[in-house]
């Protein structure tokens, strides 16, 4: 049942990032999906992971095991953040995980991928639903 809720919270709430999240799915349907805590995780070819709305998208394999709880976590964000969520976290996590600024600036000052207000977040809303621990 919570699942259930799940989803129809995130097509009506989080509609947005929920359509954003679809198309992706689309593109990307011949990869593997499965399910993680009602969200539909997809396997993809890049090395990070991407969260819009119901849709979580991981590395291939075993790799993207790392990422699951952090990334649901961002899902979660999704539920409490409804059409704010794409402003409010999406943006802010693209920028800081990809912008080469801000790679150089994490690695020049050894500061934590964690020190993003919407990472520390997303872990912790990912570990405090799911009871598993985050590896990011």
């Known amino acids: 049942m919570k699942q259930f809720w799940y989803t129809v919270l995130q097509i009506l709430w989080g509609f ?3 359509l954003l999240g679809f198309a992706v799915l689309l593109l990307l349907r011949k990869m593997p999906h499965y399910r993680y805590h009602g969200a539909v995780v ?4 890049k090395w990070t992971g991407l969260s819009l709305g119901l849709f979580v998208f991981v590395p291939e394999g075993n790799a993207g095991k790392d990422f699951l709880v952090h990334e649901y976590g961002h899902t979660i964000q999704s539920l409490v953040l ?3 969520y794409l402003l409010g976290i999406g943006l802010p996590s693209v920028v800081w995980c990809n912008l080469r ?3 150089n600036l994490r690695k020049k000052n050894n500061i934590s991928y964690q020190k993003l207000y919407a990472e520390r ?9 799911t009871g598993e621990k985050a590896r990011l």
Not at 42 to 45: H, L, P, Q, V
Not at 121 to 127: D, Y
Request: some cysteine; aromatic content about 14%.
């Open 101 to 103: 600024c801000f790679i």
């Open 42 to 45: 997809t396997e993809w070819k």
């Open 16 to 18: 947005p990032q929920t």
């Open 82 to 84: 409804g059409p704010l």
């Open 121 to 129: 977040w997303a872990n912790h809303l990912g570990e405090k639903t």
